[in-house]
């Protein structure tokens, strides 16, 4: 390169050469004229030409064309030189070899603003991480995590979407999640417990075998969680905790009593709480799905967890993991003659103190052919319908999901309902078509690029493929979820009203699902795929998108005036409401969500006394066709003397002001000092539901 460079540099006079050349940061440096011929002909071979003579007299040009407007004797900018190169392209006819140079020009320029914003975003996370994800600690694993993860999420925009997609992204019209992970993995898994105790499994340093122990069985669920936790960026969950945990009793040769069973499920709630994934940074995202097994090995398992929980941790801490999902069912135990309707009752007592577990309903309207087979995830997911093999839960997960900002749409059609769906139509489609490019992308990976996931055979589909085979045989299984959010900010903006403020906005809002869902049924047949509408869980998002609006928009009273977006369908949570109301309403939305979707109901205090009060809301549920839901309230817990309760800047008990403050977001619990500033926000302004006279 350097005889080329001095080469080239012969073959002009020396009046012609600029010495010097300033630097985007004001550097100044030597000018090199064959860094401009090596531009040129690489836009020259992008259009398809091969001659660099031909850069090398355009260079001549462009140095004569500085010279002669001006800047002999000036040091010119780099800026300068470039666009000087532009015009003399087009000046001689090169019309495509300039548009191949702008975008070259361009995608240097993104690559290099992307290197200024990490080093920016770097800065930040050395000082606090990042609260996109409250799972994540302070830790100095978790700085090193989140700068990979920024890092990660600055290449992929810069180099390898596509420009619409990164746009789209980049400018907030859709949110594409877990962008640090593109092309590394994927989402999140339902997975096969008694597989794995009945075979054994590999984590990387030696076969475990079968356990011989329900101790040992427990011990290796949380094993199990935690190392598929480091191939994925998702949750983990077992779909039939209860069942698959009662085969394995069913197997051992010593049956345990119910007190070493307890000993067991206490045992795996206190690794999940403790026991690390990637690299030390968070405790994986675990789910336990239990309740419909009615065989006295997996009764005593559900009520062993129930149980465990209800005590809490060493001092009587509330667990934050697992995400508990208790089915019902009627016939398994939602009427009192049914045989785990005692479980229930447990169910209700740990509910009303512990704000776990939540509540699935398997009698709901679109789960309901399924039998108990529906499982879900604590931050909402469900995965069922399948086109390319059996509907089950276990072995299937979500690959990636992406969502749409439903208020920037309403916002640019100016209020314009017709406009506001031709909008929506546009964005679906190429939130389609994104999600269709990562899977492409994901699908080209390894077996054993994810040990693992596949290499451990978790995946449906993965059973028969070969350490060098690709995932795409297995991942097919998987579903490609478009989500939404700010549906009642939409709504305000485009009738001036939310969904649960009038019957309009509730008919409108349940026509934009309806098209969001019948469009995720049209991708499914156009490419052959599992794609499915979901009710976006947004954590870091739910401020990124406002921000964004309020800087282009402006505040607009009960849209842009807040620090977050309202989740998904749900009803503004500063919206004073009876609990029927809101779930009536909300329930009518969870069909079209057929990749997860969660209602909630807010109180002023831990239930603990009123178990039949937590009964009346769970059936309301159930009679609003809710699919999946939770009920929120205030814990506090002194970290000095263990006392619980609700209370301001001290413990009532010992004047402790170290207080340990849990709340739900996005379907986990939580502390809020690891809430982000839109979540606390929001968090500031939750409204308690409340019950009719007549349900008082």
């Known amino acids: 390169m350097a005889k080329a460079a001095a080469s080239q540099n012969d073959r002009f006079p020396e009046k012609a050469i600029f010495k010097e050349i300033r630097k985007r940061d004001g550097r100044v440096v030597e000018f090199e004229p064959v860094k401009i011929t090596d531009a040129i002909f690489k836009a020259v071979q992008a259009v398809g030409g091969s001659n660099r003579e031909i850069a090398e007299n355009l260079t001549w040009q462009v140095i004569r064309y500085l010279r002669e407007t001006g800047y002999a004797g000036i040091v010119p900018a780099v800026e300068e030189i470039q666009d000087a190169v532009e015009k003399v392209l087009i000046e001689n006819g090169h019309a495509r070899t300039a548009k191949a140079y702008i975008l070259y020009r361009y995608r240097r320029t993104r690559i290099r603003e992307a290197k200024s914003e990490l080093m920016d975003v770097v800065k930040e996370i050395l000082v606090e991480t990042n609260r996109e994800n409250a799972n994540i600690s302070n830790s100095p694993a978790a700085k ?19 420009e619409d997609f990164a746009a789209a992204h980049t400018e907030g019209y859709l949110h594409i999640h877990d962008l640090d992970y593109y092309s590394k993995t994927v989402n ?40 598929n936790q480091n191939d994925m960026f998702g949750g983990q969950s077992y779909p039939h905790f209860d069942r698959h945990m009662g085969e394995t009793i069913r197997s051992l040769k010593e049956q345990p009593g119910e007190d070493e069973i307890y000993q067991a499920m206490e045992g795996l709630v206190y690794n999940l709480n403790s026991m690390h994934s990637r690299a030390g940074a968070q405790v994986p995202f675990s789910s336990l799905n239990l309740g419909t097994d009615t065989t006295p090995e997996g009764r005593a398992v559900t009520k062993a967890v129930l149980e465990a929980f209800y005590r809490g941790l060493g001092r009587g801490e509330s667990p934050i993991f697992p995400n508990l999902v208790f089915r019902i069912q009627e016939g398994a135990n939602f009427s009192p003659s049914d045989p785990n309707y005692d479980l229930y009752r447990l169910a209700l007592k740990v509910a ?34 399948n086109r390319h093999g059996p509907e089950v839960s276990a072995g299937r997960g979500n690959i990636a999901f992406t969502t749409i900002n439903l208020p920037r749409l309403a916002f640019e059609s100016r209020g314009g309902k017709e406009l506001f769906f031709v909008e929506l139509d546009r964005m679906l489609r190429l939130a389609a078509r994104q999600l269709l490019h990562r899977y492409g992308v994901v699908s080209r990976l390894r077996i054993r690029d994810l040990p693992f996931l596949m290499g451990e055979q978790l995946y449906l589909g993965s059973e028969e493929l070969a350490p060098d085979d690709l995932i795409g045989e297995a991942i097919k299984h998987g579903t490609l979820g478009i989500g939404f959010i700010g ?27 309806d098209q969001m869902f019948r469009r995720c049924q049209q991708f499914c047949d156009e490419y052959d795929l599992n794609f499915v509408m979901l009710a976006t869980p947004a954590e870091g998002l739910a401020g990124r998108f406002i ?28 919206y004073a409401t009876p609990i029927s109301d809101k779930l009536e309403i909300e329930g009518a939305f969870h069909r079209f969500c057929n990749a997860g979707h969660i209602s909630y109901v807010e109180l002023e205090a831990p239930p603990l006394h009123n178990i039949d009060a937590v009964d009346r809301i769970v059936r309301i549920m159930a009679a609003a066709d809710v699919g999946y839901g939770g009920i929120n309230f205030p814990i506090d817990e002194c970290c000095s003397c263990s006392f619980s309760g609700v209370f301001n800047e001290s413990c009532p008990q010992c004047g402790s002001t170290a207080i340990r403050r849990i709340r739900r977001i996005t379907g986990y619990l939580s502390t809020d ?16 539901h409340f019950a009719p006279p007549e349900q008082q």
């Open 547 to 574: 921000k964004m609006d309020r800087e282009r928009f402006g505040v607009i009273p009960g849209v842009t005036d807040k620090e977050y977006y309202t989740n998904s369908f749900h009803l503004p949570v500063n």
């Open 144 to 162: 090193m995590l989140q700068i990979a993860m920024a890092a990660s999420k600055k290449y992929y925009l810069s180099n390898l979407l596509p």
């Open 352 to 385: 009303a103190r512990r704000m776990n577990p939540t509540f699935s309903f398997m009698d709901s309207s679109f789960n309901r052919k399924y039998g108990d087979e529906v499982a879900y995830m604590g931050c909402r997911s469900r995965v069922i319908g």
């Open 487 to 513: 549906l009642a900010e939409t709504l305000q903006l485009l009738i001036g009203k939310h969904h649960g403020e009038d019957d309009e906005a509730r008919q409108l809002g349940l026509q934009i699902a």
């Open 188 to 227: 999140c898994l339902q997975i096969d417990l008694a597989k794995l105790q009945r075979e054994g499994f590999n984590t990387g340093y030696g076969y475990i075998r079968p356990p011989k122990r329900i101790a040992s069985a427990a011990a290796q669920a949380a094993i199990i969680l935690q190392s």
């Open 673 to 688: 000092d690891r809430f982000n500033e839109a979540k606390r926000d929001e968090l500031k302004e939750r409204r308690p």
